[in-house]
């Protein structure tokens, strides 16, 4: 006999003046609220609650980031960023022998100076950059090693590459 799906809750917790707080899903909202309430510190300021069920948790889960990306909830960090997009002007590398980590770096780099790509956005994936100028991805790794060590880029466990606050447009 086929499973059938498990419905579960997006839920949403709003502070003060309806300021979203939180997204989040569960098959069982109002226990996730009572762990919420014991470990998150930012429950103390939840004024209000909102469930909406779906018929399955894959539902649920693209209803989810959708609502963190549009809404921007002041306490999820996953999901709650822009992505940054590429360029119509990277040229591909692979012509060149030696040096494509660097050229790479240098073209991120180039992005973020002319503030195409702003702090906290989500640089596009190392698989998508390495592609779009045609290299492996260990030279892409490579290249974005040597912008996480010079903090031009920060590492977020889970989340990915991201500008780094501190980096800048001349």
């Given at each position: 006999?086929?499973r059938?799906?498990e419905?579960?809750?997006?839920?949403?917790?709003?502070?003060?003046?309806?300021?979203l707080?939180?997204?989040?899903?569960?098959k069982?909202?109002?226990?996730?609220?009572?762990?919420?309430?014991?470990?998150s510190p930012?429950?103390?300021?939840?004024?209000?609650r909102e469930?909406e069920?779906?018929?399955?948790?894959?539902?649920?889960?693209v209803?989810?980031?959708?609502?963190?990306?549009?809404?921007?909830?002041?306490?999820?960090g996953?999901?709650?960023?822009?992505?940054?997009?590429?360029?119509?002007?990277?040229p591909?590398?692979?012509?060149?022998?030696?040096?494509?980590?660097d050229?790479?770096?240098?073209?991120?780099r180039?992005?973020?100076?002319?503030?195409?790509?702003?702090?906290?956005?989500?640089?596009?994936?190392?698989?998508?950059m390495?592609?779009?100028?045609?290299?492996?991805?260990?030279?892409a790794?490579?290249?974005?090693?040597?912008?996480?060590?010079?903090?031009?880029?920060v590492?977020?466990d889970?989340?990915?590459?991201f500008?780094?606050?501190?980096?800048?447009s001349?």
């Amino acid at each position: 006999m086929p499973r059938t799906p498990e419905r579960t809750a997006l839920y949403r917790f709003y502070g003060e003046c309806d300021r979203l707080l939180y997204v989040g899903i569960s098959k069982n909202p109002d226990q996730r609220w009572k762990e919420h309430k014991q470990l998150s510190p930012w429950s103390r300021q939840v004024s209000r609650r909102e469930v909406e069920w779906f018929a399955s948790r894959s539902a649920a889960s693209v209803a989810e980031v959708a609502a963190i990306k549009s809404e921007r909830p002041a306490h999820n960090g996953r999901d709650n960023f822009e992505t940054a997009q590429l360029g119509d002007n990277w040229p591909s590398l692979a012509a060149i022998k030696r040096g494509k980590a660097d050229a790479l770096a240098e073209l991120i780099r180039q992005e973020i100076r002319s503030a195409r790509w702003r702090p906290g956005q989500k640089t596009p994936s190392r698989e998508v950059m390495a592609a779009a100028v045609g290299v492996s991805l260990s030279t892409a790794e490579l290249a974005t090693v040597t912008l996480v060590r010079e903090g031009v880029l920060v590492h977020r466990d889970g989340a990915g590459l991201f500008v780094s606050q501190r980096a800048s447009s001349p």
